[in-house]
């Protein structure tokens, strides 16, 4: 949506809007089957170690290296990954708990409500009902099956060389819906067995999902950005 709007492709915002939040709600659908056939029994029961503890110092600083490395790799998607890291240091700092549990819930419900009654006033029958909607509707569907496959595929060729074993599904979870993907990850292991905790490793694939997504966005906006400018 941030795309479209920046490359002056506004009509398409309304059809990208409904294919993101589409998606998002099919994961628990999408990704599942996916996961089984690109894994075997053995794999999905892999179990992952306990995380380490993380320092108060590590979550400050995470989110302001964040903010700098993407400025500097990706500057087009500055905004949106300030914006995301800024709710990170609001709630790691310990000081502005009334501005974080507002930035958590009510601004967030009021931006998503805001957001979709201002793009659901750009889809008129004209602008909606186009072949292009199709075409972002089915790209959609291809970026979530490749990003699941994708995922998946890469941690088992990290378990080629690692001694420790990474449970592969967790790699499904680098894709930026969040956190419904963490969810369905760790839900279809505890189906394999009901002692293998996975969410946290899965959300943290899937906030790797969404900075790497910011990021992509940025390196589209810088490539073709200045193509149309």
Request: proline share 4%.
């Given at each position: 949506i941030?795309?479209?709007?920046?490359?002056?492709?506004?009509?398409?915002m309304g059809?990208i809007?409904v294919?993101?939040?589409?998606?998002?709600?099919?994961?628990?659908i999408?990704?599942p089957?996916?996961?089984?056939l690109?894994?075997t029994?053995?794999?999905?029961?892999?179990?992952?170690?306990?995380?380490?503890?993380v320092s108060?110092?590590?979550?400050i600083?995470?989110?302001?290296?964040?903010?700098?490395?993407v400025?500097?790799?990706?500057?087009g998607?500055l905004p949106l990954?300030?914006?995301?890291?800024?709710?990170?240091?609001?709630?790691?700092?310990?000081?502005?708990?009334a501005l974080?549990?507002?930035?958590?819930k009510?601004l967030?419900?009021?931006?998503t409500?805001?957001?979709?009654?201002?793009?659901?006033?750009?889809m008129?029958?004209d602008?909606?009902?186009r072949p292009?909607?199709?075409?972002?509707l089915?790209?959609?569907?291809?970026?979530f099956?490749?990003?699941?496959?994708g995922g998946?595929f890469?941690?088992?060729?990290i378990?080629l060389?690692?001694?420790k074993?990474i449970?592969?599904m967790?790699?499904a979870a680098?894709?930026?819906?969040?956190?419904?993907?963490?969810?369905v990850v760790?839900k279809l292991?505890?189906?394999?067995?009901n002692?293998?905790?996975?969410?946290?490793?899965?959300?943290?694939?899937?906030?790797?999902?969404?900075?790497?997504s910011?990021?992509?966005?940025g390196?589209?906006l810088?490539?073709?950005?200045?193509?149309?400018?």
């Open positions: 941030f795309l479209a709007g920046k490359l002056g492709q506004s009509s398409l059809p809007a294919a993101a939040y589409s998606y998002m709600s099919l994961v628990p999408i990704q089957p996916i996961m089984k690109c894994t029994e053995k794999e999905r029961k892999i179990k992952m170690d306990q995380l380490r503890p108060k110092l590590e979550k600083l995470f989110p302001i290296v964040i903010t700098f490395v400025g500097i790799v990706a500057p998607g990954i300030a914006c995301l890291m800024f709710g990170n240091l609001l709630r790691e700092c310990g000081v502005l708990n974080s549990e507002t930035a958590q009510v967030a419900n009021l931006i409500l805001f957001l979709g009654l201002s793009i659901a006033a750009t008129s029958a602008k909606f009902l292009q909607t199709l075409l972002v089915g790209l959609g569907l291809v970026a099956v490749f990003d699941t496959v998946v890469f941690a088992k060729f378990n060389f690692a001694k074993k449970n592969p967790i790699g680098g894709i930026s819906a969040f956190p419904m993907s963490a969810r760790h292991g505890q189906e394999e067995d002692q293998n905790f996975l969410l946290m490793h899965a959300v943290g694939a899937n906030v790797s999902g969404q900075i790497a910011v990021i992509a966005g390196l589209i810088s490539i073709f950005g200045s193509m149309l400018g």
